[in-house]
């Protein structure tokens, strides 16, 4: 029984349990099985980096309070964040990594950064 390269096709010689002819088909096949799985994970973190520059330039520019309608022009998408923070009063802060916003009323929110977003437990009301 004549064995044959799992990505090109190609004659295997060698050991009977070889499955690629080279180092780049064994690449090859590889990225093509994971291809789906890793655009997925390629465009959700594309889009939270996204999320996170919209924010991170906003505070730069000194904005502390925006409304959300202007998030949203700006291409921030509100499907997309890292994690949630409830603080002790019930604020709830939803963040892109370590910035940050909540509900200010009237379709406004308040943002912030904060330096200590992996304390998630420890997160102080700033």
């Known amino acids: 029984m004549e064995r044959v390269c ?13 499955k690629f002819c080279s180092d780049q088909c064994r690449n090859n096949y590889n990225n093509r099985l994971n291809r789906d799985q890793n655009n997925y994970v390629r465009n959700v973190h594309a889009q939270l980096r996204r999320n996170r520059k919209i924010i991170s330039d906003l505070l730069d520019s000194g904005h502390h309070r925006i409304h959300r309608d202007a998030l949203i022009a700006q291409g921030y998408n509100f499907t997309f964040f890292t994690h949630l923070v409830e603080t002790p009063d019930g604020s709830r802060w939803s963040y892109c990594f370590e910035y940050g916003f909540r509900e200010a009323g009237k379709g406004y929110l308040e943002m912030k950064m904060s330096s200590s977003y992996l304390d998630i437990g420890t997160e102080e009301e700033g």
């Open 6 to 18: 799992l990505d090109c096709g190609a004659k295997l010689l060698g050991r009977s349990d070889k």
